[in-house]
């Protein structure tokens, strides 16, 4: 029996980046398919051309196996393959019932569209997939990124599609939502369709797929129906990487760099806590239970409803992002989300890279560029950025490097404290690694860390200690030997299961 | 956490209620200060002249919509009113069978220049405000060769049907289009103008023609003011090749007061229309203050500026509580 997709010797090319060379995949009748690599590795791309988001340079695909040339992502949806793409392409200020029924409105009198019956529809539609929370009147603007990604998913579900291709799916989403869509997952399996997925967390790889390709550079590496986490980074990244966290260094004997004190806001009730100088201090927990706002907070981003914040012993007022980098507070903010939050994609990794110290680098109002160049140079080489040029695009770059280039912003700011903020969502291991070491260093250094992660597992390994928020407030504090991925799991959902 | 249609409906629907707000406060501000200079209420005449004089600006509050709701700007909208004020001067005749053709031609020019700016638009994928600005001359061009010199002649019986001076019947058309608005959401194609405004590529691979749609709402929005310049002609009951100039910036203000987002997606004709009142109401207000018309513009702009900034806080209050 014809495979439900082939792509075969496909190249693709973005502005003399080579993201697919060559490259062939193929998925089967009613197969789950993972497909592995690191960042820029090739897969997203695989999928934007079997999907027909984009046209390849050269290739074939095939679907069913009747060769096709897709011309956009409706050609796909014609012959029952649809898309569950990376950034969401959900219209934000239309209701869930409009996204979910767009372009198949229920049409009653004088053909006109029948907004009750829409959301009846919409209703029944998540329902049906075991979906109650998402209000299908709500505008998409107002639910949270896991719901979108949730109504995403519905959406191309409900089109019950032959070949579904699901590009990080779980990335934003928890445990409770990962195993709603594992479920949909085999269901889908059992009625014969083709599931193609990309991610980046092996123990969800290795649960549900039947085969694994792996992908490197933009090529094919290989497809195997059994091969253990160690081999396949191995081959993903054409070394070995032989312990993902690096070890956490002494806490020396505890001195407060920051004080907090009842800080509240809409989502957070209250946080109390001291971060030690060179601490690595862990925030675990679901999404949604005051991460964010505390984070933001904090920097200044947000405003705090009351509480006070104390560095170096003395209260301070963080009103915004600009009082938080002042000398004297040096708070820095490594958040998640790198292209809508900090960086400025058409400009170079050297005006990135120095955007927050401009003053420093001027003389008499004219930036003194040999010595921006320097600045930007040294970190580049200290962070191990991988970019063609300090005078490329930052756009250009992976997301994992993107994140360096904002990490590295921060370092020249020279902060005493650091805020990352999920910094690791959706880059690849040995980039993770990277950051971990980057992290681990500065604490070493002296400087304070306050980490907040949607995966247990990182917090685990490389906090001094953890707290948990549930529902606002810190639910329990570990020190070690007590941090696990499980009792930070198990403290973040105790009692939440039933909201 | 659910809530109720009704909370729903407020809360997306801000925009509009805080244009009902700005309308009913301009009123009662009108109203004052009529009372204080004339001694007496605003009566029929001046409701009527108010509602007559702002039907041009209404229609093309509505076409502008159409274009902002996409994500663009139509700065044709005022040549688009010259060229067809000019035609329907000229041409509209005496009889009952001409008026009616004529007036149906006219609409149909409109259509067609609004079906240059979509082509040029959609299909020559260039900006929007460089398309408009270009059409803009060309359309003020044919204008003036229809129509040199200031005159022409529009039948009285058209005048009282569009704009009768002698009550404000003209309110029944006002709530036709707002009627009419309520449909054209609910159609497929006022759906894809609303999801390009919202995300064009998306839109795009959820099954909207992106360009068909594009090239559709130009098209209604030269209509509109086509039909701009139609009501403009049987208020003057005579053409001028340029009184419909100031209507491009003035159909701006309108929509921006009546809540439409110029990034494209959200608001509503019907806002627009209020902003159309809205607008006016500013200039009267200006009148009987007895503001020295030297300075009227200054004011006008003024205003505009307050009551934006008033609305973006509003707004953004009023998104805060229900968030």
């Given at each position: 029996m014809a495979p439900a997709v082939e792509g075969i010797g496909l190249s693709r090319s973005f502005g003399g980046v080579k993201a697919l060379a060559n490259a062939s995949f193929s998925a089967r009748i009613g197969e789950v398919h993972a497909l592995v690599g690191e960042n820029g590795a090739g897969k997203s791309t695989m999928i934007k051309v079997l999907g027909g988001r984009i046209a390849p340079d050269s290739g074939t695909v095939r679907i069913k196996g009747q060769e096709v040339r897709l011309s956009g992502p409706t050609d796909a949806h014609a012959l029952g393959a649809w898309t569950v793409f990376q950034e969401l392409t959900l219209l934000?200020?239309?209701?869930v019932a409009e996204n979910l029924l767009l372009a198949r409105e229920p049409r009653g009198a004088l053909g006109l569209i029948g907004r009750r019956r829409m959301a009846q529809d919409a209703e029944a539609m998540l329902a049906g997939l075991g979906i109650e929370h998402i209000d299908p009147l709500a505008l998409i603007e107002d639910i949270s990124l896991a719901e979108r990604q949730i109504v995403e998913i519905v959406r191309a579900i409900s089109h019950e599609p032959d070949i579904l291709f699901l590009d990080e799916p779980t990335s934003s989403l928890v445990e409770r939502e990962v195993a709603w869509l594992f479920g949909q997952i085999r269901r889908l399996r059992a009625r014969q369709t083709a599931v193609v997925f990309t991610s980046h967390r092996w123990n969800e790889i290795q649960s549900i797929a039947d085969r694994i390709t792996i992908f490197r550079g933009g090529e094919h590496v290989g497809t195997f129906t059994e091969i253990n986490e160690d081999e396949a980074v191995t081959l993903m990244t054409g070394q070995r990487v032989d312990t993902l966290y690096p070890p956490v260094p002494k806490l020396p004997s505890p001195a407060p760099a920051m004080r907090v004190e009842k800080l509240a806001g809409p989502r957070l009730q209250g946080a109390s806590f001291t971060l030690h100088k060179g601490e690595v201090l862990g925030i675990g927990g679901l999404a949604g239970h005051g991460h964010r706002e505390l984070f933001f907070m904090l920097f200044g981003a947000e405003r705090a409803a009351s509480g006070t914040v104390s560095v170096g012993g003395r209260e301070v007022r963080i009103r915004s992002p600009r009082d938080a980098v002042r000398r004297g507070v040096g708070l820095a903010l490594v958040p998640e989300d790198r292209k809508t939050e900090g960086l400025l994609l058409a400009m170079s990794v050297r005006d990135n890279l120095t955007l927050s110290v401009l003053r420093r680098l001027s003389a008499g109002g004219l930036l003194r560029q040999a010595a921006e160049r320097r600045m930007a140079q040294d970190m580049v080489a200290r962070l191990k950025v991988r970019t063609p040029g300090i005078a490329n695009p930052v756009g250009g770059l992976s997301g994992g490097n993107q994140q360096k280039v904002l990490v590295g912003r921060w370092l020249l700011a020279e902060p005493q404290i650091l805020l990352f903020y999920d910094v690791t969502r959706g880059v690849d291991i040995a980039t993770k690694h990277e950051i971990y070491e980057l992290m681990l260093r500065l604490a070493a250094e002296g400087r304070s860390i306050l980490f907040y992660s949607s995966d247990a597992e990182e917090l685990a390994h490389l906090c001094h200690r953890v707290l948990v928020l549930r529902e606002g407030r810190i639910a329990a504090e570990l020190t070690p030997p007590g941090i696990t991925a499980e009792q930070i799991v198990s403290a973040a959902v105790r009692d939440s299961l039933a909201a | 956490m659910r809530r109720s249609r009704w909370t729903h409906a407020l809360s997306q629907n801000a925009g509009l209620a805080l244009a009902f707000a700005m309308l009913l406060a301009s009123l009662i501000i009108y109203c004052v200060i009529y009372y204080a200079t004339q001694q007496r209420f605003p009566g029929g005449f001046e409701i009527t002249t108010t509602v007559n004089n702002t039907m041009p600006l209404a229609l093309a509050a509505i076409a502008q919509t159409m274009v902002v709701l996409t994500r663009g700007i139509d700065l044709s909208v005022g040549g688009v009113v010259d060229l067809t004020n000019a035609l329907a001067a000229v041409h509209l005749g005496t009889t009952l069978g001409s008026t009616v053709l004529w007036s149906v031609l006219i609409l149909l020019v409109g259509a067609a220049c609004g079906l240059v700016n979509g082509l040029l638009v959609a299909l020559g994928r260039l900006q929007p405000i460089l398309v408009t600005l270009a059409t803009l001359s060309i359309f003020q061009g044919i204008a003036i060769r229809v129509l040199p010199q200031p005159g022409g002649q529009v039948p009285q019986e058209y005048t009282n049907i569009l704009a009768n001076p002698m009550g404000p019947w003209s309110l029944i058309y006002i709530v036709l289009l707002a009627l009419f608005w309520a449909a054209f959401r609910r159609t497929r194609l006022g759906v894809g103008v609303y999801a390009i405004g919202n995300d064009e590529a998306a839109a795009q691979s959820n099954g909207i023609d992106v360009r068909r749609t594009k090239i559709l709402a130009y098209m209604l929005g030269g209509t509109f003011s086509a039909a701009a310049g139609l009501f403009l002609a049987a208020t003057s009951t005579a053409g001028d090749a340029t009184t419909g100039n100031g209507y491009t910036l003035t159909s701006i203000v309108a929509v921006v007061l009546g809540g439409v987002s110029l990034f494209g997606g959200r608001g509503s004709a019907s806002g627009a229309m209020m902003g159309a009142f809205v607008t006016t109401m500013i200039v009267n207000i200006l009148f009987f203050a007895h503001i020295d018309p030297l300075y009227q513009a200054f004011y006008e702009g003024l205003f505009l500026i307050i009551a934006v900034l008033l609305a973006g806080g509003i707004g953004r209050f009023m998104r805060r509580r229900a968030a």
């Open positions: 934000p200020w239309m209701t | -």
